[in-house]
């Protein structure tokens, strides 16, 4: 039996600081500062105020990263959106 590696297994909490760069749900261009919730080699997680969709792809700037170092930019795509009671978006990406 073959297994396929789950890339979660090796997500991280970490809050670095995050620049967020894209278009918003209505067409516009959008950016936003938040910071991760986790963080690994594959994608982040972060909450978003600018409501986004699914697929859409974004530019993250990471600073002060335990696992990317004082800087990283990154090209991404948006794999998971949901709204928590607070009304505040969780985002989940990929890096492209």
Known sequence: MVRTPRYDREREREKSKLSVKGTDSKGAPFQE???TIDISETGISFYLTTPIWV???LKIDITSSSL???T???Q???VRVKVDPDKR???AV???
């Open 33 to 35: 500062e938040t910071e």
């Open 55 to 57: 697929d859409s792809h």
């Open 68 to 70: 990317f170092g004082p």
């Open 72 to 74: 990283h930019s990154a």
């Open 76 to 78: 991404a795509k948006v």
């Open 89 to 91: 978006q969780f985002v």
């Open 94 to 96: 990929r890096f492209d």
